[in-house]
T-cell receptor, first 113, second 114 residues
Framework: GESVGLHLPTLSVQEGDNSIINCAYSNSASDYFIWYKQESGKGPQFIIDIRSNMDKRQGQRVTVLLNKTVKHLSLQIAATQPGDSAVYFCAETPSGSARQLTFGSGTQLTVLP | DGGITQSPKYLFRKEGQNVTLSCEQNLNHDAMYWYRQDPGQGLRLIYYSQIVNDFQKGDIAEGYSVSREKKESFPLTVTSAQKNPTAFYLC?????????????FGPGTRLLVL
């Protein structure tokens, strides 16, 4: 069936370095993508989203890149800080409606001092 | 202060007992959702509601029930038929804006079986 998956379950980076978290999706009909951050014991927090008519979108210290050709999504975090340590999920929906949102299993980002 | 609240933060269930998890939102969102999260896994959809007095089953609805009598509230009951209820339960809400519909999450309820 259709799935959203992540290349790496864990990622460790030095404080101040840039982080890149990857996500592959298999549903070619997906046209809306979201990245969430989840700290331990808390609910997921919206970070950034992107529609399929865009290749790149930037927020504060975060950038999402979408490659529809290979069905790949990435989240880049600039100057990673200790507070960025969390699990990051990508999610996608084929219709632009969140009511069919499919989540990946997540990548644990650990920021080393 | 707008947002989504869930209570309690921790809930203990005895064998054969039904328990109800609360979810309230003051964001004026039409749609609300319940997800289950198990350790090291993504979110799985239990139920969702697009409008008051209407709801649909998600991927893992067996052993759960919901109601949507008010726009602001979407309580989830974990029934005794749910044999493995220990998990982290997340409520979310969304509304359509600018052609996008993003889900926003509450802080979660952790359910443990005694």
């Amino acid at each position: 069936g259709e799935s959203v998956g992540l290349h790496l379950p864990t990622l460790s980076v030095q404080e101040g370095d840039n982080s890149i978290i990857n996500c592959a999706y298999s549903n070619s009909a997906s046209d809306y993508f979201i990245w969430y951050k989840q700290e331990s014991g808390k609910g997921p927090q919206f970070i950034i989203d992107i529609r399929s008519n865009m290749d790149k979108r930037q927020g504060q210290r975060v950038t999402v890149l979408l490659n529809k050709t290979v069905k790949h999504l990435s989240l880049q975090i600039a100057a990673t800080q200790p507070g960025d340590s969390a699990v990051y999920f990508c999610a996608e929906t084929p219709s632009g409606s969140a009511r069919q949102l499919t989540f990946g299993s997540g990548t644990q980002l650990t920021v080393l001092p | 202060d707008g947002g989504i609240t869930q209570s309690p933060k921790y809930l203990f269930r005895k064998e054969g007992q039904n328990v109800t998890l609360s979810c309230e939102q003051n964001l004026n969102h039409d749609a609300m959702y319940w997800y289950r999260q198990d350790p090291g896994q993504g979110l799985r959809l239990i139920y969702y509601s697009q409008i008051v007095n209407d709801f649909q089953k998600g991927d893992i609805a067996e052993g759960y029930s919901v109601s949507r009598e008010k726009k602001e509230s979407f309580p989830l009951t974990v029934t005794s038929a749910q044999k493995n209820p220990t998990a982290f339960y997340l409520c979310a809400s969304s509304h359509l804006a600018g052609g996008k519909e993003t889900q926003y999450f509450g802080p979660g309820t952790r359910l443990l079986v005694l």
